[in-house]
């Protein structure tokens, strides 16, 4: 088909493979994709052909660029990839949802059950949007037959590290990259909050001082666990992988501390999982994942709270739930000798959509393949000029913040976002995906910009 899909990727790591394979698909079906770092993207959008542009999310920070790609003259369709474990709908709401931004869109990917009936809730939902529970392509990636996909890098990994626990980290929220990105920016000298961060969007300050209470807390208690875990199990390897948006350095300085203590952030962590002897984590959606791909998992809950932690409720659910030390201790031993019995958890068939014969990344792409000739329409002339003007101001705007250390558009911060691609080992990864999907072996990837890449 003459309409391609821009498909925009935010946070690499997560997020690079599962979109590669949603644009593998699509080429398998005649459909060409643009993919690649976001902030590029759309930053280049008035040089990028028009057409169907796939969004992560439709946040108020999302309002501008969709009016310029509604000038533009691509349609645009979404999914909201935080949905899977969220905040309470009320906060939800706040945080991840503008009723300008989802004007501009015509058609919704949900995760399933859950993240449907809670698009619903919102009051302000437009009645065009039609929604779709297709799964999401970062399911797809955990499935039996996407093994293959990971063989080598699991093999590297173990052949490097051996046997190992894995422990993941979610602590963006009071130890972000950049502290601007916290819940709170500073306290003052008597330990009291003071100014609110990025982090905080969306939240009332009564909510986000108990959510900051709450992370902070399990935050100390994890950092503790780190000692305890490499004393009482010093013949056992222990993996550090911190959470993307996280300032890994408070990480290294710990591990310094113990011969079997290490901190890696490499490539995506669904292969980490699949290397390590069990996953331990406080909340975090690797539980899920870890679940899924049938690996045990250790759930460190030493607080419960239904509101501050209301998005860890599914991650703990699939896992081992341990609520102190000793705990953790056992649940671990037990494990690491195999003797754990396994998880079986029906909770899970709420919050995802699985078909065991159609991937969800072919769902998402015969949705859109059945909806590209009657949604794309050419922009008129008008608005294509207008739609260009505001991709230029707002590029020169983007770009003037970049000058900034502190600014997401510094160059320091999207490397982390977003590191240099190679377009050799992309197209290894588009062959390996080929492969599994039964696709021909004629799916090429071609770079057009220093992060945009187009398979086709």
Known sequence: MHTPLLIPIENQVRELDPKLLL???????????????????????????CGMYLAKSFTQRSDKMFRILSKLGHTICAWDEEALVHYPPDIYFKRRLSKVALSYVSHVFTWGQDNEDLLKQYELLPDSIKMYKTGNPRLDMLRKEFSYYYDDEVKNIKTQHGDFVLINTNFGNVNAHLPIHNLFISKDEHGNYQDMGRGATGMGREFCEGRA??????????????????????????????????????????????????????????PWIRAAKILIHSGCTTGIEAYLSKKPSIAYVPIKDTRYGYD????????????????????LDQALKEKLPPLNSEIIKKYIEYDINELCSEKIVNTLASIIPAETKPATSTNKLHGTLLANKRRFIKRLKGISPKSKYHGSFQKVRFPTLNENILQEKINKFAQIIGSPSNIKIKQVSPHIFLVQ
């Open 213 to 270: 209470k709450f992370k902070q807390a399990i935050f100390d208690s994890f950092k503790q666990l780190i000692p305890f875990l490499s004393k009482n199990f010093n013949n056992t390897k222990f993996i550090i992988r911190p959470h993307p948006v996280e300032n890994k350095e408070i990480y290294f300085e710990l591990a310094k501390k113990f011969k079997n203590v290490e901190v890696v952030q490499e490539g995506n962590v669904i």
């Open 312 to 331: 860890a409720f599914m991650p703990n659910e699939l896992s081992y739930q341990c609520v102190d030390f000793d705990a953790i201790k056992l649940t």
């Open 23 to 49: 644009a593998t698909c699509a080429a398998k079906s005649g459909i060409r994709s643009y993919i690649g770092y976001r902030t590029e993207m759309d930053i280049i959008i008035s040089s990028l052909p």
